[in-house]
T-cell receptor, first 115, second 110 residues
Framework: GAGVSQSPSNKVTEKGKDVELRCDPISGHTALYWYRQSLGQGLEFLIYFQGNSAPDKSGLPSDRFSAERTGGSVSTLTIQRTQQEDSAVYLC?????????????FGPGTRLTVT | EDQVTQSPEALRLQEGESSSLNCSYTVSGLRGLFWYRQDPGKGPEFLFTLYSAGEEKEKERLKATLTKKESFLHITAPKPEDSATYLCAGRMDSSYKLIFGSGTRLLVRP
């Protein structure tokens, strides 16, 4: 079946602009995660959504970052007033349900470059 | 502090030369140790989940094992197409997020 999809695949923006990144999880997966992968770094957790529960935002690096998930499916990660240090690959993942199995399946990522 | 450390950072093998990748963890109440493969420009691809010490899982030339402190990914008779970055991650009891290591870049030469 279809995997996790993300758009755009690449985004180049000027410092100070806002960007929106989109994630479409695997159909039927109730949990959705955003991670960030910077050059030479490991994956860094950003935010987690599970069904209608309040999201776990503990990984968001600043208040310039926000995310929402509409209708329990598609999610949008918004970065306001982008900075050069925001340049990274933003990865979205989904998993089947809260009580397991816990395998997270990743999308191809959005490569964000802030100039 | 919960942490996952992978070694070596990079590994070069000749085709057919078996080896192992290491993932050591200090994750409180580990609720799963995950292995992923990542090719350049792509998202991580799920390989294995291990839940308890002594557990082993295999897929083609790959075999993952788990102890109370570390996990190994054994690669038997690798082929050039096994070249990729291999990531391991731990899931804590109190959270749903994965804590990733920085990965091992594997290059298998023909």
């Amino acid at each position: 079946g279809a995997g996790v999809s993300q758009s755009p695949s690449n985004k180049v923006t000027e410092k100070g602009k806002d960007v929106e990144l989109r994630c479409d999880p695997i159909s039927g997966h109730t949990a959705l995660y955003w991670y960030r992968q910077s050059l030479g770094q490991g994956l860094e957790f950003l935010i987690y959504f599970q069904g209608n529960s309040a999201p776990d935002k503990s990984g968001l690096p600043s208040d310039r970052f926000s995310a929402e998930r509409t209708g329990g499916s598609v999610s949008t990660l918004t970065i306001q007033r982008t900075q050069q240090e925001d340049s990274a690959v933003y990865l979205c993942a989904s998993s089947l349900r809260r009580t397991g199995p816990y395998e997270q399946y990743f999308g191809p990522g959005t490569r964000l470059t802030v100039t | 502090e919960d942490q996952v450390t992978q070694s070596p950072e990079a590994l070069r093998l000749q085709e057919g030369e078996s080896s192992s990748l290491n993932c050591s963890y200090t994750v409180s109440g580990l609720r799963g140790l995950f292995w992923y493969r990542q090719d350049p420009g792509k998202g991580p691809e799920f390989l294995f989940t291990l839940y308890s010490a002594g557990e082993e899982k295999e897929k083609e030339r790959l075999k993952a094992t788990l102890t109370k402190k570390e996990s190994f990914l054994h690669i038997t008779a690798p082929k050039p197409e096994d070249s990729a970055t291999y990531l391991c991650a731990g899931r804590m009891d109190s959270s749903y997020k994965l804590i990733f290591g920085s990965g091992t870049r594997l290059l298998v030469r023909p």
